[in-house]
């Protein structure tokens, strides 16, 4: 399966500790995006990574991806409550009909006051 | 502009009713998909419309789940003969390519 598999599956930190987040798949990807979910309910997106890139910053947010490694890591600096939320990486793999991409199971991120 | 919507947001039915879940894409969004998620779990790929192709459904967890996209927009999502382990959270999402723009889901209850 070409599935992305975040980890860990839950972290928690204090506040304004660096958070990061792993995401491991199996097969080579066009790209890798990474998403931020609230309360259950939809998913936002927030980065996404090109093959041929190695690293990219948005904000406080820094995601690397290493394609000989099948990995990408997010790093959330400085955090702050309001980013206790599930992350997830979804893939876009290569040979995939059209722009179809899978996510993986996310990693529940939980920052203490 | 609009973003995604989706209707019901929440839809509480009995055990072996059918029932419809609607989508609104982002006007000119050519993919659409239709995702599960479950209480504390991940999303679980249900369906894909691209354009004018053929839908991907090898997701579908069975065939009492379908889905229509008529005129490349609007999309319904129907499981029929609804059964209790059918209870999640159903996503929809619409792409141009790249990033997804999800809506506010449709919390199903099958008592």
């Known amino acids: 399966s070409q599935q992305g598999e975040e980890d860990p599956q839950a972290l928690s930190i204090q506040e304004g500790e660096n958070a990061t987040m792993n995401c491991s798949y199996k097969?080579?990807?066009?790209?890798l995006q990474w998403y931020r979910q609230n309360s259950g309910r939809g998913l936002v997106h927030l980065i996404l990574?090109?093959?041929?890139?190695r690293e990219k910053h948005s904000g406080r947010l820094r995601v690397t991806l290493d394609t000989s490694k099948k990995s990408s890591s997010l790093l959330i600096t400085a955090s702050r409550a309001a980013d206790t939320a599930s992350y997830f990486c979804?893939?876009?793999?290569?040979?995939?009909?059209?722009?179809?991409?899978?996510f993986g199971k996310g990693t529940r991120l939980h920052i203490l006051p | 502009g609009a973003g995604v919507s989706q209707s019901p947001s929440n839809k509480v039915t009995e055990k072996g009713k059918d029932v419809e879940l609607r989508c609104d894409p982002i006007?000119?969004?050519?993919?659409l998909y239709w995702y599960r998620q479950s209480l504390g779990q991940g999303l679980e790929f249900l369906i894909y419309f691209q354009g004018n192709s053929a839908p991907d459904k090898s997701g579908l967890p069975s065939d009492r789940f379908s889905a229509e996209r008529t005129g490349g927009s609007v999309s319904t999502l129907t499981i029929q003969r609804t059964q209790q382990e059918d209870s999640a959270v159903y996503l929809c999402a619409s792409s141009l390519g790249g990033a997804q723009y999800f809506g506010p889901g449709t919390r199903l209850t099958v008592t």
């Open positions: 097969t080579s990807i066009n790209n």
């Open positions: 979804a893939t876009d793999a290569t040979g995939n009909r059209d722009d179809k991409i899978i």
């Open positions: 990574i090109r093959s041929n890139e």
């Open positions: 006007s000119g969004h050519t993919a």
